[in-house]
């Protein structure tokens, strides 16, 4: 995947030829963000004295935790960051700011794009905080 934030020219989703011109093909979908383990959901979850999960299974206690995870980091951002599954071996999860075939109407200024960054990275502390935000695959458009 590209790790500067201009994507090169083969993956940018041209809005208008595909509107206008019915061969055009989307190129894939890539998402720019910041990777994480279960663990650093795990740990952010605690650092942050979230809600704890009512009594459940480990899988759905995980996700119980990542969605608060992600609302609080949500809130704490003021901006709609998803995550995603992450088409790599070294991480189990994306957060990600932008989607490729939207990043014409999400992107944020520059200052306020500083801003999502560095309060992601105050948040999640530790290896998250050293990243600089990448474009991802999705782990499913390799899967079918």
């Known amino acids: ?11 940018r989703f041209n809005v208008r030829r595909w509107r206008l011109e019915p061969g055009y093909i989307k190129p894939r979908q890539l998402f720019y963000g910041f990777g994480v383990d279960i663990q650093d959901f795990l740990d952010y979850h605690q650092r942050h004295q979230l809600p704890r999960p009512p009594p459940m299974d480990q899988a759905s206690m995980w996700h119980y935790m990542m969605d608060k995870v992600m609302d609080n980091l949500r809130t704490h951002c003021r901006f709609d960051l998803q995550h995603i599954l992450p088409f790599t071996p070294k991480y189990d999860y994306a957060i ?3 989607n490729s075939h939207h990043l014409s109407v999400t992107e944020l200024e520059d200052d306020e794009e500083e801003d999502v960054i560095r309060t992601i ?11 600089k935000p990448q474009w991802f695959f999705l782990l499913m458009d390799f899967t079918h």
């Open 121 to 131: 990275k105050e948040r999640f502390g530790g290896p998250i905080a050293a990243q």
């Open 1 to 11: 995947c590209p790790t500067e934030k201009t994507l090169p020219e083969e993956y």
């Open 96 to 98: 990600a700011l932008y």
